[in-house]
T-cell receptor, first 109, second 111 residues
Framework: EDQVTQSPEALRLQEGESSSLNCSYT??????LFWYRQDPGKGPEFLFTLYSAGEEKEKERLKATLTKKESFLHITAPKPEDSATYLCAARGGANNLFFGTGTRLTVIP | EPEVTQTPSHQVTQMGQEVILRCVPI?????FYWYRQILGQKVEFLVSFYNNEISEKSEIFDDQFSVERPDGSNFTLKIRSTKLEDSAMYFCASRTEYEQYFGPGTRLTVT
């Protein structure tokens, strides 16, 4: 059964304190690993899609990496405006995305 | 920048009533989706739509649900007889081959 697990559930960082969020996946025939940002009461905001092990993508303070079993979202020198829930999702043999439960990030000034 | 739009932003309805949630996907996208998110839970897939027909649906998408693309721009989700457990955020999404974009959601409250 396809499964996506994210850790930690919640993370509190001081402004400027870099860290990483983890997404472990068990998906047969991975056809994309997606990262989204979600603010309270809003829709998921697309960040990255990764397709193959070793691939990396960057956007501002965020960098996403992919291995055969996991993906990491690295946050470098975060700011309070980076506070949000970060969602990981995988597309396998089916056409839809299978989501994890998310990591709720709080960045304290 | 193109975006997925949804209306209404909030819908309150009584149990047993029919609701229609509306979406305008990004214009050059070919795949369309509905997902839902119950408060505090993960985003769950409901249905995908391609080439004017349902391509996949989850176990959640039972006979009470239907989707339609009545014209070239709108994409709707109908719930025929709402239940209390249908209360959730409903997200429409559309995608290219490489990126999938979500709308802002409709918060459905069933009383």
């Amino acid at each position: 059964e396809d499964q996506v697990t994210q850790s930690p559930e919640a993370l509190r960082l001081q402004e400027g304190e870099s860290s990483s969020l983890n997404c472990s996946y068990t998906v047969s025939g991975l056809r994309g690993l997606f990262w989204y940002r979600q603010d309270p009461g809003k829709g998921p905001e697309f960040l990255f899609t990764l397709y193959s092990a070793g691939e990396e993508k960057e956007k501002e303070r965020l960098k996403a990496t992919l291995t055969k079993k996991e993906s990491f979202l690295h946050i470098t020198a975060p700011k309070p405006e980076d506070s949000a829930t970060y969602l990981c999702a995988a597309r396998g043999g089916a056409n839809n995305l299978f989501f994890g439960t998310g990591t709720r990030l709080t960045v304290i000034p | 920048e193109p975006e997925v739009t949804q209306t209404p932003s909030h819908q309150v309805t009584q149990m047993g009533q029919e609701v229609i949630l509306r979406c305008v996907p990004i214009s050059n996208h070919l795949y369309f989706y509905w997902y839902r998110q119950i408060l505090g839970q993960k985003v769950e897939f409901l249905v995908s739509f391609y080439n004017n027909e349902i391509s996949e649906k989850s176990e959640i998408f039972d006979d009470q649900f239907s989707v339609e693309r009545p014209d070239g721009s709108n994409f709707t989700l109908k719930i025929r007889s709402t239940k209390l457990e249908d209360s959730a955020m409903y997200f429409c999404a559309s995608r290219t081959e490489y990126e999938q974009y979500f709308g802002p959601g409709t918060r459905l409250t069933v009383t």
